[in-house]
């Protein structure tokens, strides 16, 4: 397992841009893949972008072209920039990350992920 921290969160005006942080420990050596996710109240947790150890990537649709996900080079910390933000892009963000070697067949699913942050608080007005 890996100990996952975000930060980055906080209130920004629409149109505005943040980038969050998350920093892996633990067994990172194989930490191939790695997600965010955000929850917004009474809404379910959904997958925003997702990333594994070669950087390939992938979006939910609708953050296309103004969220990019992105990993350092030791793979070690994720990374979300996000731009052009909405009123509806208010959440909490999750960092999420999973060592397990398994498939990735599904990069945006929540049962992918094995080790959860804390999340950060993203609010947009």
């Known amino acids: 397992h890996v100990q996952l921290v975000e930060s980055g969160g906080g209130s920004v005006q629409a149109g505005g841009s943040l980038r969050l942080s998350c920093e892996a420990s633990?067994?990172?050596?194989?930490?191939?893949?790695m997600a965010w996710f955000r929850q917004a109240p009474g809404k379910e947790r959904e997958g925003v972008a997702a990333i594994d150890s070669d950087g390939a990537s992938i979006y939910l649709d609708s953050m296309k072209g103004r969220f990019i996900i992105s990993r350092d080079n030791a793979k070690t910390i994720l990374y979300l920039e996000m731009n052009s933000l909405k009123p509806e892009d208010t959440a909490m963000y999750y960092c999420a990350g999973d060592n397990r070697g398994g498939s990735w067949y599904r990069p945006l699913a929540t049962f992918q992920y094995a080790d959860w942050g804390q999340g950060t608080q993203v609010t947009v007005s």
């Open positions: 633990g067994d990172t050596r194989t930490l191939n893949y």
